[in-house]
């Protein structure tokens, strides 16, 4: 049985910092992308950033490059999100995604909701 598991949300104040994990078991973790996406209240789900199966490729949103920084620990089956000079308009639900397909990206064959497992999130709150 496959299982994400986040962590790590909470409430921080503007310019603040927080460091999400994601681990993962029940699969093979080292073959697969990842991602991290999030969903504000009324708004659609989007991508924040991925990361590869071998982490030598990385995504960013544009709006959080240079504060936000994705990486992972294939020993340890986790994924992270260090998220640095933290905005209001950061504030999530954050979800850890993992994609479906060995050796996919979230450039192609793993976008859309179907094609990644998800975890129940993780709520990043900044306030101002």
């Known amino acids: 049985q496959v299982q994400v598991l986040e962590s790590g949300g909470g409430l921080v104040q503007t310019g603040g910092s927080l460091r999400l994990s994601c681990t993962v078991s029940?699969?093979?973790?080292?073959?697969?992308?990842m991602g991290w996406f999030r969903q504000a209240p009324g708004k659609d789900r989007e991508l924040v950033s991925h990361?590869?199966?071998?982490?030598?490729?990385?995504y960013y949103l544009d709006s959080v490059k240079g504060r936000f920084t994705i990486s992972r620990d294939n020993a340890k089956k986790t994924l992270y999100l260090q998220m640095d000079s933290l905005k209001p308009e950061d504030t999530a639900m954050y979800y850890c995604?993992?994609?479906?397909?060995?050796?996919?990206?979230?450039?192609?064959?793993?976008?859309?909701?179907?094609?990644?497992?998800w975890g129940q999130g993780t709520q990043v709150t900044v306030s101002s």
């Open positions: 995604a993992v994609c479906r397909v060995l050796y996919g990206s979230y450039s192609n064959l793993c976008r859309g909701l179907s094609a990644s497992y």
């Open positions: 990361i590869n199966w071998g982490a030598s490729n990385t």
């Open positions: 029940g699969l093979s973790f080292d073959a697969r992308a």
